[in-house]
């Protein structure tokens, strides 16, 4: 696999409004089942469990058992991969941020100016 493939599958799934949701409501409130997890979307079940079903491929959930139920949860290890992602590059990002507003705040040397028509040979 490459390197980057297990994020770029985290964000694809995330990209979509409705599993972003999904996430968000699991983070808050823990494991649901399917039909606890489709309660406040005006979409149909199977709707829901396709949804379900990308997040799950791409590692950002996991389907148990339960007796008969199925909740759903979490893996929170592939979260903290994308945050890690998210934090290495905001550092980086802030690094060179840094480096600009000192490089901005040294006093700078006037550059020479040149009216047309000059003559620039020593």
Known sequence: MQPYQSLSDSFAALGDA????????L????DMTVQ????PFAMSLPAVSQHLK???RAGLIARGRDGQKR???LNAERL???ARWFDHTRAAWEARFDRLEDFLAQPQ???PTVSKGEDHEP
Do not use: K
């Not at 606890?36 to 309660?39: F, H, N, Q, Y």
């Open 27 to 30: 983070a808050s409130e823990g």
């Open 54 to 56: 990308v997040l799950e």
């Open 36 to 39: 606890e997890i489709a309660r």
């Open 18 to 25: 409705t599993r972003l949701a999904i996430v968000s409501r």
């Open 71 to 73: 909740p759903c949860r």
């Open 80 to 82: 903290a991969e994308t």
């Open 109 to 111: 040397s006037p550059q």
